[in-house]
Nanobody, 123 residues
Framework: QVQVTESGGGLVQAGGSLRLSCTTS????????MAWFRQAPGKEREGILC????????QYTESVKERFTGSRDNAKKTLYLQMNSLKPEDTAMYYC????????????????WGQGTQVTVSS
């Protein structure tokens, strides 16, 4: 069973930064795409970005493109999300997911999910 584990969430003031990490047991890691999603209360899960096994990034959420940056370290089997200039509307549960299919903003395309890490941005 593939394990996916997120970390790094917390409470931060508006304008602050956080760095999320996601580690996976997926093997070989070179066969998997890795992605970040988020879900706010009462809203659908939305894709933030996906990084292919070769390092190509697709970004899906217009409101965070200039503030959030993804990176991936295959040797550590880890995906990162650097979040800067955080806003109260970024408050959500953030999830990491993996897939052997092409990158997609649709959660249904992903095989394995973590439990999520909560990000709360105070105004």
């Amino acid at each position: 069973q593939v394990q996916v584990t997120e970390s790094g969430g917390g409470l931060v003031q508006a304008g602050g930064s956080l760095r999320l990490s996601c580690t996976t047991s997926a093997s070989p890691i070179s066969a998997y795409q890795m992605a970040w999603f988020r879900q706010a209360p009462g809203k659908e899960r939305e894709g933030i970005l996906c990084i292919t096994n070769s390092g190509y990034t697709s970004q899906y959420t217009e409101s965070v493109k200039e503030r959030f940056t993804g990176s991936r370290d295959n040797a550590k089997k880890t995906l990162y999300l650097q979040m800067n200039s955080l806003k109260p509307e970024d408050t959500a549960m953030y999830y990491c997911a993996t897939t052997w299919r092409p990158c997609s903003a649709d959660p249904i395309e992903y095989n394995h999910w973590g439990q999520g890490t909560q990000v709360t941005v105070s105004s």
